[in-house]
């Protein structure tokens, strides 16, 4: 087979599991499977199957040009619920009136279809409530389904009459909480969600939970009885970064709060022990810290509210998000064995992302598996003689997504590690011909601390001729590189420049410290930290110090372009989707308000605005002579795209050599989950960029297609 480089339209072919979901007996995986639609202005997800043995290929359950989701396994394992729009009409995109607009199925299009297992035969429709389904699970006996929507009635809205000559009703909003708008959903005002029970059989619904509340993540007791769920009931949730477990009882109605304390905590993923006494949960309840708390994996006794962190003292971070590209991650869950001894749960070390299991008495931890990749999405069933069944999504620098499957045992595993067999092969020949660069494993020290960090040498350098070099910065900050795949880092070595990742301070997966090493600090100790891991490079001849590039998104964003203000040792920068005024920043989009500022500089920006001018990359836009590519979705309301036009601006205002990429229709999310063709031309863009300047070595911008439309 003749083998090729990689080109960013390769991002076509692509196709990615989803959520999955063992079956009760542990010999099928159910699994969505994430394609772009034909068109190349949408995906388009179906069901697959694989035998969990891995003995024969995986097969498609589903077929349709709609969104097959969410497999969910009925108790005795004869039949699979799963969440569909194929009832739905799409009102933009694939095909519509404005092609290249993301899709919208109608509101209510999404609703819960039963595919019969055992049996055979087609799938039916059992919900038709108003509004979209989010979420389900089964009760234990198999006769209803817990469910989440919006809706809260089983009727839908009624349109006002109105006469002819009525002017249209007013659209006007009127706010009066922070928490109105979400990246990637847009207006979430007056839309909670709510908990239903549905009844298999007829289909009929019935609202458990009420309220003006975002209830989610139902998980049935194992007797039937309870549902424990994921919402925050305190006053002035959007004033607070605030999450609780609730307990409601199915017969009364009646809730209750079960995750202890009243201080600003985050608990989420309740996951019931196998003799319902206790709830294990990720979460933290450290204030001081909020969201730079590591997650840590809690039980807490449904009696009475008790908590425990199993993993106290381990410094492992539960709730942990790796950077990639190609898919996306899911919350993590920890999940109990059969015999309730052992908790199950996923957390990285050193940019690998493991399984772990926790013994419940005495706090035993064995890491189960041990390789240079990124598990997620895991699920895990008790098997008849004992121990555990296991599925994840694996995927590693050179191995597209796939799912596999492992038996943990009962007892004690020691130090060794379970076997992953692949159970599925979604990309089959479409990317077999295609060299992938593997990264080399770099490690240095800054401030005492030790920066892990991934090179991937292009294949055209040498030490005699080195290559050039594109520095990237993930975002969060709490996040991680690790690995894991990511497709513009190979673009970019195809096209002859080297790609140098590293975790600096304010990452997870080293530990509490250094999770918070970065708190008051966003440019100067974390630069310190990627600049360090960029000069050992230099120093062993790896790559060219005279062609050097610098690119990063959010976070990332900021600390690019905090780096070009503060240094002109680079010879093109990209910035996306960045923060560039800490003030505006904190003060709008879907994490404006209280919050975020105290998190990070422990004051609100109000109380101190010079202390935030003087920490924005903004106030250093002067400096810059660096020619620099900003881009920003329009749609983006995690970092809105003010933050873009600002320092635009600025840098225009001074002649500079800049230009702007506004991405229409698109959010926070384009370069992960993106539209497939804005993704494909954001990698295009972005490779050009760094070819024209330490490539071809030109000073100048380059110049715009007149055909790009």
Known sequence: MAVRAPRPEDLYELRVPTDLALSPDGRWVAFGVKAVAPAKDG??????????????????LTVGAKDDTTPCWSPDGRAL??????????????????????????????????????????????????????????????????????????EPE????????????????????????????????????????????????????????????????????????????????????????????????????????RGRQAWGSPAWSPDGTWIAAIGNRDWKRGELAQ?????????????????????????????????????????????????????????SFELWRVEIDGGRLERLTRDRHYLNRHDLVDMPRGGARLAAVRASPTDVPNVVVADIPAGHNGAASVKLTQVSDLMGEAWRGIRLVAPIERWH???????????????????????????????????????????????????????????PRGSQGYGQSFLTANVTDWGDGPMDDVMAGLDALVADGLVDPDRMGVTGGSYGGYLTSWIVGHTDRFKAA????????????????????????????????????????RHSPL???????????????????????????E?????????????????PEESHELTRSGTPFRRVDNLRLIDEWFRHFLIEGKTRLPKVDPNRG
Not at 478 to 487: D, F, M, N, V
Not at 647 to 663: D, H, N, Q, Y
């Open 43 to 60: 995906y388009r997800t179906s069901l697959w199957l694989a035998p969990a043995d891995g003995l024969a290929p995986a097969r498609q």
């Open 81 to 154: 619920a799963f969440l569909s729009d194929r009832g739905s009409v799409l009102q933009a995109g694939g095909g519509g009136a404005k092609p290249g607009k993301p899709e919208a199925p109608k509101e209510g299009g999404t609703q819960v279809w039963i595919l019969p297992f055992a049996d055979g035969g087609e799938a039916r429709q059992l919900t038709d409530l108003p509004k979209d389904i989010e979420g389900i699970s089964w009760s234990p006996d198999g006769r209803r389904l817990a469910a989440v929507s919006t809706a809260d009635s089983t």
């Open 158 to 261: 009624k349109e006002p009459d109105r006469k002819p000559d009525d002017p249209p009703a007013p659209d006007t909003r009127l706010i009066d909480t922070l928490l109105y708008q979400f990246n990637g959903t847009g207006f979430i005002n007056e839309r909670f969600t709510r908990i239903w029970l549905v009844d298999v059989e007829s289909g009929a619904a019935e609202l458990l939970t009420r309220g003006r509340h975002h209830d989610g993540d139902p998980q049935w007791s194992p007797d039937g009885r309870q549902i424990a769920f994921v919402s925050d009931r305190h006053p002035n949730p959007d004033l607070g970064w605030r999450s609780d477990i609730y307990l409601v009882t199915i017969s009364t109605k009646r809730v209750r709060q079960l995750t202890p304390g």
């Open 295 to 351: 997650g840590s994996v809690w039980r807490i006794r449904v009696r009475d509210g008790e908590a425990e962190n199993l993993i106290a003292g381990k410094d492992l971070e539960a709730a942990a998000t790796m950077n990639s590209d190609l898919f996306g991650g899911a919350n993590n869950r920890a999940r109990w064995m059969a015999d309730g001894r052992w908790l199950v749960f996923a957390a990285p070390v050193e940019g």
């Open 445 to 503: 020290e800054v401030d005492g601390r030790r920066i892990q960090g991934w090179f991937y040498p292009a294949p055209s350098s040498s030490k005699r001729s080195p290559a050039p070099v594109v520095l990237e910065i993930h975002g969060g900050p709490a996040t991680l590189y690790g690995w894991s795949p990511a497709w513009e880092w190979q673009i970019l070595a195809a096209s002859g420049i080297s790609v140098y990742a590293s975790n």
């Open 574 to 613: 990209v910035t996306c989707r960045s923060v560039n005024d800490l003030i505006s920043q904190m003060l709008s989009g879907d994490i404006g308000g209280p919050v975020f500022g105290m998190h990070v500089y422990g004051v609100h920006p109000w109380d101190d605005w010079d202390l935030y001018h």
């Open 619 to 645: 106030t250093y836009a002067t400096e810059i002579k660096t020619p620099l590519l900003i881009q920003h979705a329009e749609k983006d309301l995690r970092c809105t795209i003010t933050q873009a036009e």
């Open 647 to 663: 320092l635009f601006s600025v840098l225009r205002a001074l002649r500079k050599t800049v230009r702007l990429m506004r991405v």
